[in-house]
Protein backbone atom coordinates (compact mmCIF):
# COMPACT_ATOMS: atom_id res chain seq x y z
CA UNK A 1 0.00 0.00 0.00
CA UNK A 2 1.52 3.40 -1.15
CA UNK A 3 2.45 5.64 2.16
CA UNK A 4 0.60 8.51 0.21
CA UNK A 5 -2.84 8.28 -2.21
CA UNK A 6 -2.32 12.46 -3.65
CA UNK A 7 -1.28 10.98 -6.94
CA UNK A 8 -3.62 9.69 -9.83
CA UNK A 9 -1.17 7.18 -10.45
CA UNK A 10 -0.88 4.88 -8.17
CA UNK A 11 2.13 2.26 -8.76
CA UNK A 12 0.79 -1.19 -9.37
CA UNK A 13 3.30 -4.34 -8.44
CA UNK A 14 2.26 -6.68 -11.50
CA UNK A 15 0.87 -9.83 -9.90
CA UNK A 16 -0.22 -11.29 -13.45
CA UNK A 17 0.89 -10.59 -17.04
CA UNK A 18 -1.40 -7.44 -18.64
CA UNK A 19 -4.21 -8.65 -20.90
CA UNK A 20 -3.59 -8.50 -24.62
CA UNK A 21 -7.36 -6.53 -24.74
CA UNK A 22 -8.98 -3.93 -22.70
CA UNK A 23 -12.12 -5.05 -20.62
CA UNK A 24 -15.41 -5.21 -22.37
CA UNK A 25 -16.95 -3.02 -19.16
CA UNK A 26 -20.53 -4.43 -19.72
CA UNK A 27 -19.67 -8.05 -19.06
CA UNK A 28 -16.72 -9.19 -17.42
CA UNK A 29 -14.79 -11.20 -14.77
CA UNK A 30 -11.90 -8.99 -12.95
CA UNK A 31 -8.74 -9.50 -14.51
CA UNK A 32 -5.99 -10.39 -11.88
CA UNK A 33 -4.30 -6.75 -12.12
CA UNK A 34 -7.70 -4.99 -12.06
CA UNK A 35 -8.72 -7.21 -8.87
CA UNK A 36 -4.99 -6.01 -6.90
CA UNK A 37 -5.95 -2.42 -7.85
CA UNK A 38 -9.30 -2.66 -6.35
CA UNK A 39 -7.54 -4.85 -3.21
CA UNK A 40 -5.59 -1.53 -2.90
CA UNK A 41 -8.38 1.18 -3.28
CA UNK A 42 -10.49 -1.16 -0.85
CA UNK A 43 -7.69 -0.79 1.34
CA UNK A 44 -7.19 2.90 1.17
CA UNK A 45 -11.00 3.37 1.78
CA UNK A 46 -10.84 1.42 5.22
CA UNK A 47 -7.70 3.40 6.28
CA UNK A 48 -8.00 7.12 4.98
CA UNK A 49 -8.40 10.36 7.27
CA UNK A 50 -8.41 12.75 4.50
CA UNK A 51 -12.28 12.92 4.35
CA UNK A 52 -15.70 11.56 6.24
CA UNK A 53 -18.46 9.59 4.44
CA UNK A 54 -21.16 7.04 6.20
CA UNK A 55 -20.68 4.20 4.00
CA UNK A 56 -22.82 1.69 6.42
CA UNK A 57 -19.22 -0.33 5.48
CA UNK A 58 -19.78 -4.47 5.76
CA UNK A 59 -23.70 -4.55 5.24
CA UNK A 60 -24.65 -2.92 8.76
CA UNK A 61 -28.00 -1.29 7.85
CA UNK A 62 -27.27 2.42 9.33
CA UNK A 63 -29.89 5.75 8.97
CA UNK A 64 -27.80 8.04 6.49
CA UNK A 65 -25.38 5.60 5.41
CA UNK A 66 -24.82 5.43 1.64
CA UNK A 67 -22.65 3.32 -0.72
CA UNK A 68 -21.00 4.38 -3.49
CA UNK A 69 -19.61 2.71 -6.55
CA UNK A 70 -15.88 2.83 -7.06
CA UNK A 71 -13.65 2.19 -10.32
CA UNK A 72 -10.21 1.31 -11.05
CA UNK A 73 -8.17 1.20 -14.10
CA UNK A 74 -4.87 -0.23 -14.70
CA UNK A 75 -3.23 1.65 -17.16
CA UNK A 76 0.50 1.78 -18.44
CA UNK A 77 2.23 4.89 -18.50
CA UNK A 78 5.13 6.34 -20.95
CA UNK A 79 8.03 4.52 -19.27
CA UNK A 80 5.82 1.02 -19.80
CA UNK A 81 5.21 0.73 -15.39
CA UNK A 82 1.58 -0.28 -14.66
CA UNK A 83 -0.33 1.47 -11.81
CA UNK A 84 -3.92 2.40 -11.53
CA UNK A 85 -6.46 5.11 -11.97
CA UNK A 86 -9.37 5.19 -9.40
CA UNK A 87 -12.38 7.14 -10.10
CA UNK A 88 -15.87 7.24 -7.73
CA UNK A 89 -19.42 7.45 -9.22
CA UNK A 90 -21.52 11.07 -8.98
CA UNK A 91 -19.99 13.10 -5.68
CA UNK A 92 -18.46 12.15 -2.44
CA UNK A 93 -18.15 13.46 0.75
CA UNK A 94 -20.04 16.19 -1.16
CA UNK A 95 -16.51 16.71 -3.40
CA UNK A 96 -15.54 15.94 -6.84
CA UNK A 97 -12.24 16.27 -5.85
CA UNK A 98 -10.50 13.72 -3.60
CA UNK A 99 -6.88 12.97 -3.12
CA UNK A 100 -5.90 10.25 -5.37
CA UNK A 101 -9.55 10.33 -7.24
CA UNK A 102 -9.38 11.20 -10.87
CA UNK A 103 -11.40 14.68 -11.55
CA UNK A 104 -14.79 14.76 -13.03
CA UNK A 105 -15.08 15.42 -16.87
CA UNK A 106 -16.93 18.52 -16.18
CA UNK A 107 -16.99 20.13 -12.97
CA UNK A 108 -20.26 21.60 -12.26
CA UNK A 109 -19.73 22.13 -8.43
CA UNK A 110 -17.50 24.84 -9.41
CA UNK A 111 -18.51 27.94 -7.61
CA UNK A 112 -17.43 30.64 -10.19
CA UNK A 113 -19.21 28.51 -13.07
CA UNK A 114 -22.15 28.90 -15.24
CA UNK A 115 -24.20 25.94 -13.37
CA UNK A 116 -23.83 27.69 -10.01
CA UNK A 117 -25.12 31.01 -10.88
CA UNK A 118 -28.13 29.87 -13.48
CA UNK A 119 -28.72 27.37 -10.23
CA UNK A 120 -29.53 30.96 -7.81
CA UNK A 121 -31.03 32.13 -10.77
CA UNK A 122 -33.47 29.02 -11.52
CA UNK A 123 -33.85 29.30 -6.94
CA UNK A 124 -34.92 32.71 -7.24
CA UNK A 125 -37.39 31.99 -9.47
CA UNK A 126 -38.83 29.05 -7.68
CA UNK A 127 -38.69 31.29 -3.96
CA UNK A 128 -41.20 33.65 -6.39
CA UNK A 129 -42.89 30.68 -7.56
CA UNK A 130 -43.56 29.79 -3.72
CA UNK A 131 -44.26 32.77 -2.50
CA UNK A 132 -46.91 33.21 -4.73
CA UNK A 133 -48.35 29.84 -4.10
CA UNK A 134 -48.32 30.35 -0.35
CA UNK A 135 -49.61 34.06 -0.68
CA UNK A 136 -52.93 35.42 0.88
CA UNK A 137 -53.79 37.07 -1.81
CA UNK A 138 -54.15 33.81 -3.62
CA UNK A 139 -56.24 31.87 -0.68
CA UNK A 140 -58.46 35.05 -0.55
CA UNK A 141 -58.91 34.70 -4.53
CA UNK A 142 -59.92 31.37 -4.71
CA UNK A 143 -62.18 31.28 -1.48
CA UNK A 144 -63.80 34.37 -3.42
CA UNK A 145 -64.36 32.94 -6.36
CA UNK A 146 -65.57 29.25 -4.26
CA UNK A 147 -67.89 31.42 -2.01
CA UNK A 148 -69.27 33.29 -5.68
CA UNK A 149 -70.06 29.89 -7.30
CA UNK A 150 -71.91 28.79 -4.22
CA UNK A 151 -73.95 31.43 -3.90
CA UNK A 152 -75.20 31.83 -7.48
CA UNK A 153 -75.73 28.15 -7.59
CA UNK A 154 -78.07 29.04 -4.84
CA UNK A 155 -79.52 32.01 -5.68
CA UNK A 156 -79.92 30.61 -9.23
CA UNK A 157 -81.38 27.44 -8.15
CA UNK A 158 -84.12 29.41 -5.76
CA UNK A 159 -85.41 31.70 -8.55
CA UNK A 160 -85.74 29.03 -11.37
CA UNK A 161 -87.95 26.80 -8.51
CA UNK A 162 -89.63 30.20 -7.70
CA UNK A 163 -89.99 30.80 -11.46
CA UNK A 164 -91.29 27.17 -12.29
CA UNK A 165 -93.89 27.68 -8.79
CA UNK A 166 -94.90 30.55 -10.04
CA UNK A 167 -95.87 29.19 -13.50
CA UNK A 168 -97.94 26.52 -12.10
CA UNK A 169 -99.80 28.65 -10.09
CA UNK A 170 -100.83 30.92 -13.07
CA UNK A 171 -101.83 27.49 -14.61
CA UNK A 172 -103.94 27.15 -11.78
CA UNK A 173 -105.61 30.39 -12.11
CA UNK A 174 -106.44 30.50 -15.72
CA UNK A 175 -107.81 26.76 -15.43
CA UNK A 176 -110.39 28.39 -12.47
CA UNK A 177 -110.76 31.47 -14.13
CA UNK A 178 -111.89 29.74 -17.24
CA UNK A 179 -114.61 28.65 -16.07
CA UNK A 180 -115.87 31.14 -14.15
CA UNK A 181 -115.60 34.10 -15.56
CA UNK A 182 -117.16 36.37 -18.33
CA UNK A 183 -114.98 36.37 -21.73
CA UNK A 184 -113.82 40.02 -21.29
CA UNK A 185 -112.64 39.67 -17.56
CA UNK A 186 -110.56 36.49 -18.74
CA UNK A 187 -108.94 37.77 -21.33
CA UNK A 188 -107.37 40.74 -19.35
CA UNK A 189 -106.82 38.21 -16.48
CA UNK A 190 -104.70 35.75 -19.36
CA UNK A 191 -102.99 39.34 -20.80
CA UNK A 192 -102.24 39.99 -17.10
CA UNK A 193 -100.60 36.89 -16.47
CA UNK A 194 -98.91 36.55 -19.78
CA UNK A 195 -96.75 40.11 -19.12
CA UNK A 196 -96.49 38.51 -15.59
CA UNK A 197 -94.64 35.33 -16.98
CA UNK A 198 -92.12 37.56 -19.24
CA UNK A 199 -91.35 39.86 -16.40
CA UNK A 200 -90.37 36.53 -14.24
CA UNK A 201 -88.61 35.44 -17.45
CA UNK A 202 -86.06 38.45 -17.46
CA UNK A 203 -85.94 38.97 -14.04
CA UNK A 204 -83.95 35.24 -14.13
CA UNK A 205 -82.42 36.14 -17.13
CA UNK A 206 -80.76 39.03 -15.77
CA UNK A 207 -80.02 37.03 -11.95
CA UNK A 208 -78.25 34.68 -14.35
CA UNK A 209 -76.09 37.64 -16.10
CA UNK A 210 -75.45 39.20 -12.62
CA UNK A 211 -73.71 36.05 -11.82
CA UNK A 212 -71.86 35.59 -14.50
CA UNK A 213 -70.48 38.95 -14.65
CA UNK A 214 -69.59 38.34 -10.79
CA UNK A 215 -67.95 35.12 -11.75
CA UNK A 216 -65.98 36.38 -14.08
CA UNK A 217 -64.87 39.29 -12.30
CA UNK A 218 -63.81 36.86 -9.60
CA UNK A 219 -62.40 34.21 -11.75
CA UNK A 220 -60.14 37.30 -13.57
CA UNK A 221 -58.65 38.19 -10.55
CA UNK A 222 -57.96 34.67 -9.31
CA UNK A 223 -56.47 34.27 -13.49
CA UNK A 224 -53.93 37.67 -12.46
CA UNK A 225 -52.04 35.49 -9.87
CA UNK A 226 -52.42 31.64 -11.54
CA UNK A 227 -51.34 33.30 -14.89
CA UNK A 228 -48.28 34.23 -13.04
CA UNK A 229 -47.57 31.31 -11.16
CA UNK A 230 -47.65 29.36 -14.77
CA UNK A 231 -45.47 32.13 -16.01
CA UNK A 232 -43.21 31.45 -13.34
CA UNK A 233 -43.43 27.71 -13.87
CA UNK A 234 -43.02 28.07 -17.66
CA UNK A 235 -39.61 30.25 -17.24
CA UNK A 236 -38.52 28.06 -14.48
CA UNK A 237 -38.95 24.76 -17.10
CA UNK A 238 -37.03 26.76 -20.09
CA UNK A 239 -34.16 27.99 -17.62
CA UNK A 240 -33.52 24.68 -16.42
CA UNK A 241 -33.46 23.30 -19.68
CA UNK A 242 -31.58 25.46 -20.67
CA UNK A 243 -29.22 24.98 -17.93
CA UNK A 244 -28.94 21.21 -18.64
CA UNK A 245 -27.95 21.78 -21.93
CA UNK A 246 -25.09 24.04 -21.28
CA UNK A 247 -24.26 21.35 -18.75
CA UNK A 248 -24.57 18.50 -21.66
CA UNK A 249 -21.95 20.43 -23.65
CA UNK A 250 -20.06 21.09 -21.58
CA UNK A 251 -19.39 17.03 -20.91
CA UNK A 252 -16.83 16.51 -23.49
CA UNK A 253 -15.66 13.17 -23.94
CA UNK A 254 -12.30 11.85 -26.01
CA UNK A 255 -11.94 8.14 -27.73
CA UNK A 256 -8.55 6.29 -28.06
CA UNK A 257 -8.30 8.29 -31.41
CA UNK A 258 -8.51 11.55 -30.35
CA UNK A 259 -12.39 12.57 -31.28
CA UNK A 260 -14.40 14.24 -29.07
CA UNK A 261 -18.07 14.08 -28.74
CA UNK A 262 -20.42 16.10 -26.12
CA UNK A 263 -23.54 14.23 -24.44
CA UNK A 264 -26.06 15.46 -26.64
CA UNK A 265 -24.25 14.29 -29.89
CA UNK A 266 -23.67 10.78 -27.90
CA UNK A 267 -27.34 10.70 -26.61
CA UNK A 268 -29.29 11.56 -30.23
CA UNK A 269 -29.78 8.38 -31.57
CA UNK A 270 -30.47 6.65 -28.46
CA UNK A 271 -34.23 5.72 -27.76
CA UNK A 272 -34.74 8.64 -24.79
CA UNK A 273 -32.43 11.20 -27.26
CA UNK A 274 -31.42 13.19 -24.43
CA UNK A 275 -28.92 12.17 -21.05
CA UNK A 276 -30.19 11.27 -18.59
CA UNK A 277 -29.25 12.82 -15.00
CA UNK A 278 -25.85 11.88 -13.83
CA UNK A 279 -25.08 10.72 -17.18
CA UNK A 280 -20.90 11.12 -17.64
CA UNK A 281 -20.75 11.06 -13.98
CA UNK A 282 -19.91 7.12 -13.23
CA UNK A 283 -16.35 5.90 -12.28
CA UNK A 284 -16.34 4.49 -16.02
CA UNK A 285 -15.85 7.91 -18.37
CA UNK A 286 -14.26 9.78 -15.44
CA UNK A 287 -11.53 6.99 -15.92
CA UNK A 288 -11.28 6.63 -19.84
CA UNK A 289 -11.16 10.58 -20.17
CA UNK A 290 -8.21 10.61 -17.81
CA UNK A 291 -6.18 8.49 -19.29
CA UNK A 292 -6.65 10.02 -22.82
CA UNK A 293 -5.84 13.37 -21.61
CA UNK A 294 -2.23 12.04 -19.69
CA UNK A 295 -1.12 9.79 -22.07
CA UNK A 296 -2.03 6.32 -20.38
CA UNK A 297 -2.71 3.26 -21.74
CA UNK A 298 -5.61 1.60 -20.56
CA UNK A 299 -4.86 -1.80 -19.90
CA UNK A 300 -7.79 -2.92 -17.89
CA UNK A 301 -10.48 -2.32 -15.65
CA UNK A 302 -13.18 -3.17 -13.20
CA UNK A 303 -16.14 -1.40 -10.98
CA UNK A 304 -17.25 -2.20 -7.21
CA UNK A 305 -19.56 -1.39 -4.96
CA UNK A 306 -18.60 -0.36 -1.37
CA UNK A 307 -20.81 -0.31 1.45
CA UNK A 308 -24.22 -0.28 2.26
CA UNK A 309 -26.78 -1.45 -0.21
CA UNK A 310 -29.42 1.00 -1.97
CA UNK A 311 -32.65 0.64 -1.51
CA UNK A 312 -34.04 -0.36 -4.63
CA UNK A 313 -31.06 -1.38 -6.56
CA UNK A 314 -29.17 -4.66 -5.95
CA UNK A 315 -25.58 -3.92 -4.70
CA UNK A 316 -23.09 -6.13 -2.14
CA UNK A 317 -20.39 -4.48 -0.30
CA UNK A 318 -17.18 -5.73 -1.92
CA UNK A 319 -18.84 -7.01 -5.14
CA UNK A 320 -18.09 -5.97 -8.75
CA UNK A 321 -20.23 -5.18 -11.29
CA UNK A 322 -20.64 -4.30 -15.04
CA UNK A 323 -21.00 -0.70 -15.89
CA UNK A 324 -24.39 0.59 -16.32
CA UNK A 325 -26.38 0.09 -19.43
CA UNK A 326 -28.64 3.19 -19.64
CA UNK A 327 -25.70 6.18 -18.60
CA UNK A 328 -22.90 4.44 -19.39
CA UNK A 329 -23.40 2.18 -22.56
CA UNK A 330 -23.55 5.33 -25.29
CA UNK A 331 -21.02 7.21 -23.70
CA UNK A 332 -18.58 4.09 -23.16
CA UNK A 333 -19.37 3.23 -26.87
CA UNK A 334 -17.88 6.41 -28.09
CA UNK A 335 -14.92 6.12 -25.80
CA UNK A 336 -13.74 3.09 -26.15
CA UNK A 337 -13.28 3.10 -30.25
CA UNK A 338 -9.61 3.05 -31.16
CA UNK A 339 -8.51 0.37 -28.32
CA UNK A 340 -8.15 -3.61 -28.74
CA UNK A 341 -11.70 -4.41 -26.34
CA UNK A 342 -12.50 -8.05 -25.37
CA UNK A 343 -15.55 -9.11 -27.50
CA UNK A 344 -18.73 -8.50 -26.53
CA UNK A 345 -19.54 -12.37 -24.59
CA UNK A 346 -23.49 -11.58 -25.38
CA UNK A 347 -22.97 -11.53 -29.06
CA UNK A 348 -22.42 -15.53 -28.83
CA UNK A 349 -24.33 -17.94 -28.71
CA UNK A 350 -24.29 -19.49 -25.12
CA UNK A 351 -26.05 -22.91 -27.05
CA UNK A 352 -24.08 -23.74 -29.07
CA UNK A 353 -23.02 -27.17 -29.56
CA UNK A 354 -25.57 -27.94 -26.33
CA UNK A 355 -28.63 -30.60 -26.92
CA UNK A 356 -32.26 -29.77 -25.62
CA UNK A 357 -33.12 -33.10 -23.61
CA UNK A 358 -37.22 -34.24 -24.28
CA UNK A 359 -38.83 -35.26 -21.16
CA UNK A 360 -42.22 -36.10 -21.74
CA UNK A 361 -44.06 -35.78 -25.12
CA UNK A 362 -47.43 -36.90 -27.08
CA UNK A 363 -49.57 -35.60 -29.72
CA UNK A 364 -50.40 -32.20 -28.33
CA UNK A 365 -47.36 -31.25 -25.78
CA UNK A 366 -44.05 -31.71 -24.61
CA UNK A 367 -41.57 -30.56 -21.57
CA UNK A 368 -37.71 -30.23 -22.13
CA UNK A 369 -35.00 -30.01 -19.77
CA UNK A 370 -33.26 -26.83 -20.70
CA UNK A 371 -29.76 -25.93 -20.26
CA UNK A 372 -28.53 -23.15 -18.30
CA UNK A 373 -27.22 -20.27 -20.83
CA UNK A 374 -29.90 -21.45 -23.44
CA UNK A 375 -32.18 -18.95 -24.52
CA UNK A 376 -36.23 -19.88 -24.51
CA UNK A 377 -37.13 -17.55 -27.01
CA UNK A 378 -34.78 -15.70 -29.81
CA UNK A 379 -33.08 -12.97 -28.56
CA UNK A 380 -31.83 -9.67 -30.56
CA UNK A 381 -28.41 -10.98 -30.91
CA UNK A 382 -28.79 -14.59 -31.01
CA UNK A 383 -31.61 -16.53 -32.46
CA UNK A 384 -30.74 -19.85 -31.22
CA UNK A 385 -33.69 -20.88 -28.51
CA UNK A 386 -35.50 -23.37 -27.58
CA UNK A 387 -38.75 -22.10 -29.77
CA UNK A 388 -36.11 -22.24 -32.50
CA UNK A 389 -35.33 -25.57 -31.97
CA UNK A 390 -38.65 -27.03 -31.21
CA UNK A 391 -40.67 -25.01 -34.26
CA UNK A 392 -37.32 -27.02 -36.47
CA UNK A 393 -38.61 -30.46 -34.87
CA UNK A 394 -41.73 -29.56 -35.33
CA UNK A 395 -42.34 -27.50 -38.88
CA UNK A 396 -46.37 -28.74 -38.85
CA UNK A 397 -47.14 -27.69 -34.93
CA UNK A 398 -49.72 -24.87 -34.94
CA UNK A 399 -50.23 -22.00 -31.83
CA UNK A 400 -47.12 -20.12 -30.00
CA UNK A 401 -45.45 -23.59 -29.07
CA UNK A 402 -43.68 -21.21 -25.91
CA UNK A 403 -46.39 -21.12 -23.39
CA UNK A 404 -43.72 -19.70 -20.32
CA UNK A 405 -40.31 -18.96 -20.19
CA UNK A 406 -36.88 -19.31 -18.23
CA UNK A 407 -34.17 -16.87 -18.03
CA UNK A 408 -31.18 -17.56 -20.44
CA UNK A 409 -29.33 -18.67 -17.21
CA UNK A 410 -31.67 -20.52 -15.67
CA UNK A 411 -31.99 -24.63 -16.54
CA UNK A 412 -34.76 -26.78 -16.12
CA UNK A 413 -38.23 -27.82 -17.66
CA UNK A 414 -39.82 -25.48 -19.84
CA UNK A 415 -43.40 -26.75 -21.24
CA UNK A 416 -44.37 -26.08 -25.08
CA UNK A 417 -47.64 -26.86 -27.11
CA UNK A 418 -48.03 -28.27 -30.19
CA UNK A 419 -51.38 -26.86 -30.95
CA UNK A 420 -53.01 -23.63 -30.78
CA UNK A 421 -56.10 -25.20 -28.80
CA UNK A 422 -53.24 -27.10 -25.93
CA UNK A 423 -51.75 -23.74 -26.00
CA UNK A 424 -54.70 -22.10 -24.94
CA UNK A 425 -55.99 -24.22 -22.84
CA UNK A 426 -52.72 -24.34 -20.98
CA UNK A 427 -52.26 -20.98 -20.78
CA UNK A 428 -55.46 -20.56 -18.87
CA UNK A 429 -53.52 -22.83 -16.51
CA UNK A 430 -51.02 -19.89 -15.86
CA UNK A 431 -53.35 -17.53 -15.79
CA UNK A 432 -55.32 -19.19 -12.72
CA UNK A 433 -51.47 -19.89 -11.18
CA UNK A 434 -53.13 -22.96 -11.13
CA UNK A 435 -49.61 -24.98 -12.48
CA UNK A 436 -47.29 -25.72 -9.66
CA UNK A 437 -43.84 -25.21 -10.70
CA UNK A 438 -41.02 -25.73 -7.95
CA UNK A 439 -36.96 -24.15 -8.42
CA UNK A 440 -33.90 -25.29 -6.60
CA UNK A 441 -31.20 -22.56 -5.84
CA UNK A 442 -27.98 -22.46 -4.08
CA UNK A 443 -27.30 -19.59 -2.52
CA UNK A 444 -23.57 -18.11 -1.69
CA UNK A 445 -24.70 -17.21 1.97
CA UNK A 446 -25.61 -18.86 4.56
CA UNK A 447 -29.69 -17.50 5.36
CA UNK A 448 -30.69 -18.00 8.88
CA UNK A 449 -34.65 -18.52 8.99
CA UNK A 450 -36.03 -21.98 7.32
CA UNK A 451 -39.22 -21.13 5.47
CA UNK A 452 -41.27 -18.04 4.32
CA UNK A 453 -42.54 -15.56 1.80
CA UNK A 454 -41.23 -12.80 -0.09
CA UNK A 455 -43.61 -9.70 -1.24
CA UNK A 456 -41.11 -7.13 -3.22
CA UNK A 457 -42.85 -5.49 -5.82
CA UNK A 458 -40.21 -5.20 -9.21
CA UNK A 459 -40.30 -3.39 -12.11
CA UNK A 460 -37.39 -2.73 -15.04
CA UNK A 461 -34.64 -0.73 -14.21
CA UNK A 462 -35.11 2.12 -17.48
CA UNK A 463 -31.41 3.18 -16.94
CA UNK A 464 -29.53 -0.39 -16.66
CA UNK A 465 -31.74 -2.95 -18.86
CA UNK A 466 -32.28 -5.70 -17.98
CA UNK A 467 -31.84 -5.28 -14.18
CA UNK A 468 -34.65 -5.22 -12.14
CA UNK A 469 -35.29 -2.65 -8.84
CA UNK A 470 -37.77 -3.09 -6.16
CA UNK A 471 -39.96 -0.26 -6.39
CA UNK A 472 -42.84 -0.36 -4.07
CA UNK A 473 -44.60 2.58 -6.21
CA UNK A 474 -44.60 1.18 -9.45
CA UNK A 475 -43.54 -1.94 -9.40
CA UNK A 476 -45.58 -4.86 -10.13
CA UNK A 477 -46.79 -7.85 -7.37
CA UNK A 478 -43.69 -10.39 -7.16
CA UNK A 479 -44.26 -12.86 -4.50
CA UNK A 480 -41.98 -16.19 -3.86
CA UNK A 481 -42.35 -18.84 -1.19
CA UNK A 482 -39.08 -20.39 -0.13
CA UNK A 483 -37.90 -23.19 1.97
CA UNK A 484 -34.32 -23.92 3.41
CA UNK A 485 -33.34 -27.60 2.26
CA UNK A 486 -29.82 -27.95 3.19
CA UNK A 487 -26.79 -26.07 4.44
CA UNK A 488 -23.08 -26.63 3.86
CA UNK A 489 -19.92 -24.87 3.17
CA UNK A 490 -20.89 -21.71 4.21
CA UNK A 491 -23.77 -22.08 1.37
CA UNK A 492 -27.72 -22.68 1.75
CA UNK A 493 -29.59 -24.82 -1.06
CA UNK A 494 -33.57 -23.76 -1.23
CA UNK A 495 -36.47 -24.60 -2.96
CA UNK A 496 -38.52 -21.68 -4.47
CA UNK A 497 -42.44 -21.45 -5.39
CA UNK A 498 -43.03 -18.37 -7.54
CA UNK A 499 -46.24 -17.55 -7.22
CA UNK A 500 -45.98 -14.64 -9.59
CA UNK A 501 -43.88 -14.63 -12.70
CA UNK A 502 -41.90 -11.45 -12.98
CA UNK A 503 -38.35 -11.06 -14.77
CA UNK A 504 -35.69 -12.07 -12.53
CA UNK A 505 -38.06 -12.36 -9.59
CA UNK A 506 -36.13 -15.25 -8.05
CA UNK A 507 -32.96 -13.67 -8.96
CA UNK A 508 -33.99 -10.37 -7.12
CA UNK A 509 -35.44 -12.05 -4.26
CA UNK A 510 -32.98 -13.59 -3.13
CA UNK A 511 -30.35 -11.15 -3.75
CA UNK A 512 -32.59 -8.13 -2.10
CA UNK A 513 -31.72 -6.93 1.66
CA UNK A 514 -35.58 -7.38 2.63
CA UNK A 515 -35.28 -10.91 0.99
CA UNK A 516 -32.69 -13.63 1.57
CA UNK A 517 -30.49 -11.02 1.24
CA UNK A 518 -27.97 -13.41 -0.20
CA UNK A 519 -27.72 -13.94 -3.95
CA UNK A 520 -27.63 -16.90 -5.99
CA UNK A 521 -23.87 -18.38 -6.71
CA UNK A 522 -23.18 -18.08 -10.34
CA UNK A 523 -25.87 -14.94 -10.42
CA UNK A 524 -23.45 -11.93 -12.56
CA UNK A 525 -26.38 -9.51 -12.18
CA UNK A 526 -27.19 -9.82 -8.83
CA UNK A 527 -24.61 -11.49 -7.28
CA UNK A 528 -21.16 -12.97 -8.54
CA UNK A 529 -20.22 -14.67 -11.45
CA UNK A 530 -19.01 -18.44 -11.52
CA UNK A 531 -19.25 -21.64 -14.17
CA UNK A 532 -23.53 -20.99 -14.04
CA UNK A 533 -26.07 -19.61 -12.64
CA UNK A 534 -26.83 -22.17 -9.61
CA UNK A 535 -30.75 -21.44 -10.43
CA UNK A 536 -33.21 -24.35 -11.84
CA UNK A 537 -36.64 -25.61 -12.71
CA UNK A 538 -36.92 -29.06 -11.46
CA UNK A 539 -40.59 -29.47 -10.85
CA UNK A 540 -43.43 -28.90 -12.92
CA UNK A 541 -47.05 -30.02 -12.76
CA UNK A 542 -50.12 -29.48 -14.16
CA UNK A 543 -53.58 -30.51 -15.25
CA UNK A 544 -53.01 -32.68 -19.02
CA UNK A 545 -55.76 -30.19 -21.08
CA UNK A 546 -56.97 -32.99 -22.91
CA UNK A 547 -56.82 -36.12 -20.36
CA UNK A 548 -57.53 -33.86 -17.90
CA UNK A 549 -55.49 -35.63 -15.23
CA UNK A 550 -52.94 -33.87 -13.27
CA UNK A 551 -49.43 -34.63 -14.71
CA UNK A 552 -45.82 -33.77 -12.70
CA UNK A 553 -42.20 -33.96 -13.99
CA UNK A 554 -39.69 -33.46 -11.90
CA UNK A 555 -35.21 -33.15 -12.89
CA UNK A 556 -33.09 -32.97 -10.48
CA UNK A 557 -30.43 -29.89 -10.96
CA UNK A 558 -26.87 -30.52 -12.25
CA UNK A 559 -25.02 -28.68 -8.87
Known amino acids: MPTAFNNFFHPLLAPASAPTRFTFPFHYVPHPLALAAAADLQEHLQTQTDWQHDFGQG ?6 AKGKMFGVMVVENEAGDLGYLAAYSGKLADSNHLPGFVPPVFDILLAEG ?38 AKDEIAKEKADFKAAKQDRKRQREAAQQTMPEAEFAALNEHLARVSVGRHFALKDLIKAWDKRLETAAAQLAVITNEIARLKALRK ?8 RIFA ?6 ANGEVRDLTDIFKDTIFKTPPAGAGECAAPKLLQFAYLHGYKPVAMAEFWWGQSPRSEIRKHGHFYPACRGKCEPILGHMLRGLNVDPNPMLKNPAEGKKLPI ?7 LVVNKPHEFLSVPGRNIEDSVYLRIKKKYPDATGPLIVHRLDMSTSGLLLLTKTKETHKLLQHQFFKRSVKKRYVALLEGEVAADEGTIDLPLRGDIEDRPRQIVCHEHGKTSRTHWKVVGRANGQTRVHLWPVTGRTHQLRVHCAHPHGLNV ?12 NRLHLHAESISFVHPHTKEEVSFEVEAGF
Open 238 to 245: TMSNDLQH
Open 250 to 255: KYRFLD
Open 59 to 64: GQVSVG
Open 114 to 151: FYKKGEQEIHAVSLKLKALEQSPELAEAKDNLARAQVQ
Open 359 to 365: VFEDEHL
Open 519 to 530: PIVGDDLYGQSA
